[in-house]
Every structure is written in structure tokens, then in C-alpha cells.
């Protein structure tokens, strides 16, 4: 499919446990990002990627891990999960740095 | 520390008339700002957007305004449709030293438009 996609949409997972979230995008765009939506805060920027193998923190980097060995695919690894980062996350690319950012459909996750 | 806020988390406004969102931001670095509209269960879809350089832009029925010696922008919609019922994001622009886009964004605010 063409766009930008993440994959699981839904996820349960228990406190201690690795999760990772994906994303891909089709178009080739150099800029990639990391959001999480919170009740409260809007959308928060966790890590973004400029460029393959280039990744830089975000506003709440803290607990989250994330690659770009590829340049379609930027995945979000969340190594001990806690409670407090059960969340909406949203995957974000773009052509370049000032460019308007094309969002993938989200994934709720629920950390029990 | 919130750079970027809307501090109506929700709006309703009839069917026809105008909707106006408002959005503050603290930064002065800040030079080029976007709106973004979210509608449940899906990511958020670019509106409109403008640079510093400017003190307007307007899009068909969407108007953003910036002033920015109050630090302040609003978007205006006319006429308002059921259709743009949806959670709308303000999100603030800057380089930072590496040079790479970092977007800040707004907590959001909801608008109910009321056929």
C-alpha cells in the first residue's frame, strides 16, 4: 500500500515487557518521527530521523529506542514497558525538513 | 514548559458561521507554523500552514493569521461545516543547530460544528 503505515494498530502488552511498534512509508521521504498523543499534552515529539542511520531525541525520548537502518522503515522499540507509556503513537514522515508531515493512522497501546 | 498552547480545549460554533482557533507560542525562534486537523481513530492530515514572513494565508474557507509581536495565531474557518467537526493541532516550526526540523505542537482543540 501506498502512504505511510504502522502495524500493530492495537496493543496490549504487560509492564516489563518489550514491545516494538513499525512504520513504513513508501514515498522515499528522508524525514521520519515519532509522536505520542496523551490526553492533556497534544502530540509529542519522542525521536526523529533526518536520514538513514541519522536519529535524534525528541521532546520524551526517555524509555524508547528507535533505528533507521532503512529509509522506509523507522521503528519504535519501547525496551521495559511502564504503565505511563500506554498511549496513542503516531508515526510521522516528510520529504524534507520544512515540509508539512504525513501521519500514519496510529497505534493504541495499553501497558497493564 | 508548553511552547506551544491552545488553551480552548474545545469550541462548538452553528453550522455557517465562523470558527476561530486560537494558539499562543512562547518561543521567538519559532518562524513557521502549521495547522493540522485530526479526526478520531486516524493520524493528523495537514491544513494550512504560514511562514513568518507573512501575516496570513488563507486556503479556500481556512484563514490562518499570525501576530507575531503578540506571539499569537488563530485559524479562521468560513463557513463552518459539520464535516470540520474534528480536533485541530497548531504545531510551530524551528531548526535546531544540527539544522533538522523539530515541529512543537499544540495540545489541540476540539471543534463541534452544530448543524
Known amino acids: 500500500d501506498a502512504g505511510i503505515t504502522q502495524s500493530p494498530r492495537y496493543k496490549i502488552t504487560e509492564t516489563g515487557r518489550q514491545v516494538t511498534l513499525m512504520c513504513h512509508q513508501t514515498?522515499?521521504?528522508?524525514?521520519m518521527f515519532w509522536y505520542r498523543q496523551d490526553l492533556g499534552h497534544g502530540l509529542r515529539l519522542i525521536y526523529y530521523?533526518?536520514?538513514?542511520?541519522?536519529?535524534d531525541k525528541g521532546e520524551v525520548p526517555d524509555g524508547y529506542v528507535v533505528s533507521r537502518s532503512k529509509t522506509e522503515n523507522f521503528p519504535l522499540t519501547l525496551e521495559s514497558a511502564t504503565r505511563s507509556q500506554t498511549s496513542v503513537y503516531f508515526c510521522?514522515?516528510?520529504?524534507?525538513?520544512?515540509?508539512?508531515?504525513?501521519f500514519g493512522p496510529g497505534t493504541r497501546l495499553l501497558v497493564l | 514548559d508548553q511552547q506551544v498552547k491552545q488553551n480552548s480545549p474545545s469550541l462548538s460554533v452553528q453550522e455557517g458561521r465562523i470558527s476561530i482557533l486560537n494558539c499562543d507560542y512562547t518561543?521567538?525562534?519559532?518562524?513557521?507554523f502549521l495547522w493540522y486537523k485530526k479526526y478520531p481513530a486516524e493520524g493528523p492530515t495537514f491544513l494550512i500552514s504560514?511562514?513568518?514572513?507573512?501575516d496570513k494565508n488563507e486556503d479556500g474557507r481556512f484563514t490562518v493569521f499570525l501576530n507575531k509581536s503578540a506571539k499569537h495565531l488563530s485559524l479562521h474557518i468560513v463557513p463552518s461545516q459539520p464535516g470540520d467537526s474534528a480536533v485541530y493541532f497548531c504545531?510551530?516550526?524551528?531548526?535546531?543547530?544540527?539544522?533538522?526540523?523539530?515541529?512543537?505542537f499544540g495540545t489541540g482543540t476540539k471543534l463541534q460544528v452544530i448543524p
Open positions: 518561543n521567538s525562534m519559532f518562524d513557521y
Open positions: 530521523s533526518a536520514a538513514a542511520d541519522i536519529t
Open positions: 514515498w522515499s521521504h528522508s524525514y
Open positions: 504545531a510551530a516550526d524551528r531548526y535546531n543547530s544540527g539544522g533538522y526540523q523539530k515541529v512543537t
Open positions: 510521522a514522515s516528510s520529504e524534507q525538513g520544512r515540509e508539512t508531515q504525513y
Open positions: 504560514i511562514s513568518s514572513i507573512k
